[in-house]
């Protein structure tokens, strides 16, 4: 990766969660818990979601560039919404993690050599991963959910 796509993706990656909340801003309140379908997630789970897995790639990107060959440890998201209980957790402070641990993040980003975005180590689900790979899931982790934000949105609005 040449060093201005990966600046393309760390501009993406900081512009994440300002799409996130304007997707979640589209949804009034009263329906930010409905769920489109059974096992589907609501908008409020999105986010709570969204603040669980950004908190976990704040410390991958970290453990990739700071340790020898660190494992990095997947986990089953499913099960993190239902056994954590996503609807109980208020969404405001996860948008505010989603927020702060970009923020935090982007400058890190920016400052990495060339010998640290090659560093790599192992996901315990995918294998080889390196902060190469980690920027290009990253980056586009939180478009992602806006869209899926949007698509719960639309359902919403069609089930009246």
């Given at each position: 990766?040449?060093?201005s796509?990966?600046?393309a993706?760390?501009?993406?990656?900081e512009?994440?969660?300002?799409?996130?909340?304007?997707?979640?801003?589209?949804?009034?309140?009263?329906?930010?818990?409905w769920?489109?379908?059974p096992?589907?997630?609501?908008?409020?789970e999105?986010a709570?979601?969204?603040?669980?897995?950004?908190?976990?790639?704040?410390?991958?990107?970290?453990?990739?560039?700071?340790?020898h060959?660190?494992?990095?440890?997947?986990?089953d998201?499913?099960?993190?919404?239902?056994?954590?209980?996503?609807?109980?957790?208020p969404?405001?402070?996860?948008?505010?993690?989603?927020?702060?641990?970009?923020?935090?993040?982007v400058?890190l980003?920016?400052?990495?050599t060339?010998?640290?975005?090659?560093?790599?180590?192992?996901?315990?689900?995918?294998?080889t991963y390196?902060?190469?790979?980690?920027?290009?899931?990253?980056?586009?982790?939180?478009?992602?959910?806006?869209?899926?934000?949007?698509?719960?949105?639309a359902?919403?609005?069609?089930?009246?």
């Open positions: 990766m040449t060093p796509e990966r600046e993706l760390i501009a993406r990656y512009s994440g969660p300002d799409l996130l909340e304007a997707a979640i801003a589209e949804m009034p309140v009263e329906g930010r818990q769920r489109p379908a096992g589907s997630w609501s908008v409020h999105v709570v979601h969204c603040a669980d897995s950004e908190a976990n790639a704040h410390m991958r990107i970290r453990f990739l560039v700071g340790e060959q660190p494992v990095i440890m997947g986990y998201q499913a099960r993190w919404a239902s056994e954590l209980d996503y609807h109980a957790h969404m405001a402070p996860a948008l505010l993690t989603v927020r702060a641990v970009r923020a935090n993040t400058p980003l920016r400052r990495l060339e010998a640290q975005w090659a560093r790599v180590g192992t996901h315990s689900e995918m294998g390196g902060a190469e790979s980690w920027l290009g899931i990253y980056a586009e982790h939180l478009e992602v959910h806006a869209r899926q934000v949007r698509r719960v949105i359902a919403w609005r069609e089930r009246k």
